[in-house]
């Protein structure tokens, strides 16, 4: 950001230094939020990653439960003796059914972890709108300094405190 440099025609304006100060303050709001909103967004990136991870070991744990499906009915299929196949028989249906269950556990941990980066988002969106006004909050207020028109840190100021409602908002999911 560039500075703002007072010329000395413009010291004896008293309001040159509380838009000063104006600015100063919005701009460690600004500096604030857009932290948080980095944050946020680097929260809602390792959900998502989480979150991917988990569906990949549920549809590892879906494909193991296939595979010993699979596999049974073709001991059924190709062995007629049933006393022969007793053993291998029991033990693919425990597997499958290990799996299955097992899966059940991991599909719910996923659909969490999609929670919380749907969360996470929605926090992130906010202080991303906060940023937005905040940073045109700054640029309004630093207007003063150009054009000596009173209006501009006045809608500096409520674009101000609109980023910073968010920016709180933001935090208070």
Known sequence: MTEIEVKPEHAADPNTRRVGILVGVVGILLSVI?????????????????????WAFYQAKKIREYTSDAALTLLLALE?????????????????????????????????????????????????????LLELGLVLCSLYFLARKSFFP?????????GTALGIWGWML
């Open 80 to 132: 007629p003796d049933q006393a022969k196949v007793e053993a291998p028989l029991h033990k693919l249906e425990a597997a499958r059914d290990k799996y299955a269950d097992e899966a059940k556990g991991i599909m719910k941990e996923a659909q969490a972890k999609d929670i919380e980066q749907k969360v996470e988002e929605r926090r992130a969106l906010r202080f991303d709108i906060g940023e937005g």
């Open 34 to 54: 857009t932290i948080a909103s980095h944050r946020a967004h680097t929260e809602a990136v390792i959900h998502r990653t989480e979150s991917n991870d988990q």
């Open 154 to 162: 006045a809608f500096g100021i409520v674009a101000s405190i609109a």
